[in-house]
């Protein structure tokens, strides 16, 4: 397997970063403390207009065979999503991402692909089903 010199590897990530067809924002939290000792958290953007790709992946509990089990009861589905960022992004698990108007945690994140040419990080949100 032959290795990309330095300038073929940016030059292929510049490929890579042009066929990302959206943009999120990489949000971060700020903790402000209250006069009674607790606290509040807020989230501000760290970073606009990342270029990236996302797809899902995941299970809803009615694709489980689950049913609502109550009058007024909701159930809470995980969808799980991975985004392709620009290798360059700088994003850690702490992180949020904002992505068309909702934000999804971000749970993981690999760097360590063989290839360094893609960020990929690992997210989930959850959603009320009615």
């Not at 970073?47 to 694709?63: F, L, M, Q, S």
């Not at 609502?68 to 999503?81: P, V």
Request: charged content about 20%; hydrophobic content about 40%.
């Amino acid at each position: 397997m032959a290795v990309l010199t330095d300038s073929e590897l940016t030059a292929t990530r510049a490929d890579f970063d042009a066929l990302l067809p959206g943009t999120c924002n990489i949000l971060e939290s700020t903790r402000t403390k209250t006069a009674t000792g607790g606290g509040t958290i807020t989230w501000g953007t760290a970073t606009v207009g990342v270029k990236c790709d996302v797809w899902r992946y995941g299970i809803r509990p009615a694709e489980m065979g689950l049913e609502r089990f109550g009058t007024g009861a909701e159930l809470i589905a995980s969808a799980y999503y991975t985004f392709a960022l620009p290798h360059s992004t700088t994003i850690l698990e702490q992180n949020r991402i904002e992505y068309g108007g909702e934000q999804f945690q971000v749970v993981g994140v690999d760097d360590t692909l063989p290839d360094q040419i893609q960020l990929r990080v690992f997210a989930r949100r959850t959603e009320a089903l009615s």
